[in-house]
């Protein structure tokens, strides 16, 4: 798993939160704290089009520069606990919201966050039913709904995966491969030379694996400027990206630092929710939606063949797609080396199969379980898309 709070400000930002969670001994009836959720809603505009209130009285507050803890809401009555990044002076840019504590289970008006007498920050309804906090970084739906969506960063054997939940499978569409110890860190550090001002985006492992020297921290990213304030996200259509404060500059002062995909060439196009549903992706554009009659103009209403029961039976043909790769990579997740025939039985075969991706000088076979973007790339390998005849 990834580390529960792998953001490096948060490390500053909700050691006030741990640290207070951590004292044992009872504290003095003057200390403790309880905000009541009455939707007083602060000014300025937020991501995700959220209304939202600070949370603090005249004794605690839990801003530390440019953070501040409030609950936000998309919805009517739906409350989610939320470090907000950014402060409601900059201009012309939302604020952002950078960690969330329950955005599965929200809470209601009125539920209340107290720091009580045996040390414990608590987040109860005002039913008193105490909230859950959640342990998996895993997207939102959508930018309107903070429920769960299709994609999770997991770190497991044998690196840091992302997993697209399609139907219950789990499809895994990217990765960073490489040592897995017992926890992995988003950090930022600065160069370590003199006068540099060059700071290093990394994912850091926990502990170095015995009796091995090299580089075990993947440098995501340099910056030519402070780092200090990033946070990695998990966004709702797949990708990872990094953002980072700047309060030198006016405006913008969310950079977005880093993506997985980024806007641009091939790599952007093998983000699986590029085109929707179905489509031919070119340098991050979508060109065309293939169709049995050949390659048509590209709209949001392009979808793959339905197939029915089972895949079509025994009535099912395929059309190709000549210089095309799928998201999922022939050399790792290739089903194995065969004729084309033998990909194509194996296809026909698997009711949940929607096509192969075959490679000719290499024989190498990839059936696939979703079509998605497919990502246009000049004497690759064949994309074989399966409908009913
Ligand atoms: C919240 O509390 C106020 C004051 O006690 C009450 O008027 C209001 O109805 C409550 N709201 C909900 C949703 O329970
Ligand atoms: C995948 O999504 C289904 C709903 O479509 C859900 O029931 C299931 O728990 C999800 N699986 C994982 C591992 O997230
Ligand atoms: C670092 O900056 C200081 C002050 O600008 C300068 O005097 C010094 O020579 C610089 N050091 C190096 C190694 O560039
Ligand atoms: C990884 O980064 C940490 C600093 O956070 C550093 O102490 C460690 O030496 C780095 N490990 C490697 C193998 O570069
Ligand atoms: C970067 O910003 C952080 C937070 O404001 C600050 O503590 C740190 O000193 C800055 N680093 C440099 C090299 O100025
Ligand atoms: C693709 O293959 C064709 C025919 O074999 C060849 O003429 C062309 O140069 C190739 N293009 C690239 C970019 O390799
Ligand atoms: C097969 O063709 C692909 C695409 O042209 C190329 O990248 C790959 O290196 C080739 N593999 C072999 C073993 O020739």
């Known amino acids: 798993m990834i580390s529960s709070s792998p953001f490096t400000f948060i490390t500053t930002t909700l050691s006030l939160f741990f640290l207070i969670q951590r004292v044992n001994s009872q504290l003095p009836a003057t200390r403790t704290f309880t905000f009541i959720n009455h939707g007083d809603f602060a000014e300025g505009v937020a991501e995700y089009g959220a209304t939202y209130s600070e949370i603090r009285n ?40 950078v ?44 930018d309107a709904d903070g429920s769960d969506g299709p994609y999770s960063l997991v770190f497991e054997e044998p690196g840091i995966i992302m997993y697209l939940n399609y139907s219950g499978e789990l499809i895994r569409y990217a990765d960073w491969l490489g040592y897995t110890g ?3 860190t988003f950090t930022t550090l600065p160069e370590n030379y003199v006068n540099s001002t060059v700071y290093d985006l990394l994912l850091k492992y926990d502990e170095p694996p015995p009796e091995s020297s090299r580089d075990l921290n993947i440098t995501l ?124 039985r194996r296809c026909s075969r698997d009711c949940k199969c929607k096509g192969f991706v075959y490679q000719e000088n290499t024989s190498l076979c990839l059936t696939v379980p979703l079509l998605a973007t497919l990502i246009r790339e000049v004497n690759t390998s064949v994309v074989y898309v399966k409908y009913l005849k």
């Open 58 to 97: 005249e004794v605690y507050n839990f801003d530390i520069f440019p953070f501040s803890l409030c609950f936000y809401n998309t919805t009517p009555g739906a409350y989610v606990l939320a470090i907000r990044g950014g402060v409601p002076g900059d201009r012309r840019e939302p604020i952002r919201w």
């Open 99 to 142: 960690w969330d504590a329950n955005r599965r289970r929200p809470v209601g008006e009125n539920a209340t966050l107290s720091l009580r007498r045996d040390g414990n920050l608590v987040l109860a309804e005002s039913n008193g039913v105490i909230a859950n906090g959640r342990r998996r970084l895993v997207s939102r739906d959508s």
């Open 182 to 184: 017992n926890k992995v």
């Open 221 to 344: 990213q340099k910056l030519n400027y402070n780092a200090t304030y990033s946070f990695l996200r998990l966004g709702s259509d797949g990708n990872v990206k990094i953002f980072t404060y700047n309060g030198v500059v006016r405006y913008p002062r969310w950079e977005q630092s880093f993506a997985y995909f980024p806007d641009y060439h091939v790599r952007e196009c093998a983000l699986p929710s590029r085109c929707g549903q179905f489509g031919l992706c070119d340098r991050g554009m979508c060109v065309a939606c293939p169709s049995p009659k050949g390659l048509l103009g590209w709209s949001e209403g392009c979808a793959p063949p339905q197939l029915g029961q089972c895949g079509g039976g025994g009535k099912v043909g395929y059309y190709e797609i000549r210089g095309a790769e799928h998201f999922l990579t022939l050399l790792v997740s290739a089903d194995g080396q065969m004729t084309v025939a033998e990909c194509r």
